[in-house]
């Protein structure tokens, strides 16, 4: 996590680590991915719609773009896996930790499957 801030405190973006890979949104239009034990570039990820939220757990990165899309990408190679469209209004951002992707709106977490994208249920609040 201090990595992470330090990241964001440098480009001025959001980010998530977990394992060796950290997920940095450069610009809406880019996504960077980090070697997390000595910053080294391995890439990035260009997601359609722009990127509003990065979540990463070290084998998946979901990044939420402005369409409440949420795009999966392998974390290693940065190849695409697969979409979700959640419903359930406006959603705020997304994060993934043991290969599941938690989605956020107003008053609404839904939870997916990390690689495969399948949906595991929601919580009100």
Do not use: E, W
Request: aromatic share 8%; glycine share 14%.
């Amino acid at each position: 996590m201090i990595r992470c801030f330090a990241l964001f405190l440098l480009i001025s973006a959001t980010c998530a680590f977990a394992g060796d890979v950290i997920a940095v949104i450069k610009s809406p239009s880019t996504v960077y991915r980090l070697k997390g034990s000595n910053g080294a570039f391995l890439g990035q990820i260009q997601p359609s719609g722009g990127a509003i939220s990065v979540g990463c757990d070290g084998d998946v990165i979901a990044v939420l773009n402005s369409h409440g899309v949420i795009s999966r990408y392998n974390a290693a190679t940065g190849a695409f896996i697969g979409q979700n469209q959640p419903s359930g209004g406006p959603l705020t951002d997304v994060q993934v930790s043991g290969g599941v992707m938690i989605v956020r709106s107003a008053h609404v977490a839904s939870r997916y499957n990390a690689r495969t994208g399948a949906f595991l249920g929601q919580s009100q609040f």
